[in-house]
Nanobody
Framework: QVQLVESGGGLVQAGGSLRLSCAASGRTFSSYRMGWFRQAPGKEREFVASISVSGMTTYYADFVKGRFTISRDNAKNMVYLRMNSLKPEDAAVYYC???????????????WGQGTQVTVSS
C-alpha cells in the first residue's frame, strides 16, 4: 500500500510559479509509476503528468508541455510538480496518484492523495 500527501499549493499570480510536492509512505513507493492530475470546479479530473519508476520517462498533457516538470526522488519517497508560467486556467485541485503502470488514465491509478488547491489570479 501507498499513502500519498500533497503539499505546496496556494495562491499565485498569473505568470508565477509553484512547486507541488507529494510525500509517499510505504516501502514499495519506488515500484510505482506516479502521476499528477487536476480537477477544477464543474470539470472532470484530467491528466497533467506522469513519471516512470526510474524517473527517466515522463509524459505531459499538451496544455502543460514546456511549463510543468514532473520529477521524483525515490530515496526520499517524493514526487514533485514544478509549475511555471501559471495561467488562470491552471487553477484546480491537484492530486498525486500511484499506478503499477505508467498511464494518463485516472482509472489506472490505484492510490490517490487528498489534493492540494492551486489558485491563479489574473
Amino acid at each position: 500500500q501507498v499513502q500519498l500527501v500533497e503539499s505546496g499549493g496556494g495562491l499565485v499570480q498569473a505568470g508565477g510559479s509553484l512547486r507541488l510536492s507529494c510525500a509517499a509512505s510505504g516501502r514499495t513507493f519506488s515500484s510505482y509509476r506516479m502521476g499528477w492530475f487536476r480537477q477544477a470546479p464543474g470539470k472532470e479530473r484530467e491528466f497533467v503528468a506522469s513519471i516512470s519508476v526510474s524517473g527517466m520517462t515522463t509524459y505531459y498533457a499538451d496544455f502543460v508541455k514546456g511549463r510543468f516538470t514532473i520529477s521524483r526522488d525515490n530515496a526520499k519517497n517524493m514526487v514533485y510538480l514544478r509549475m511555471n508560467s501559471l495561467k488562470p486556467e491552471d487553477a484546480a485541485v491537484y492530486y498525486c496518484a500511484a499506478a503499477t503502470k505508467i498511464s494518463s488514465s485516472a482509472n489506472e491509478y490505484e492510490y490517490w492523495g487528498q489534493g492540494t488547491q492551486v489558485t491563479v489570479s489574473s
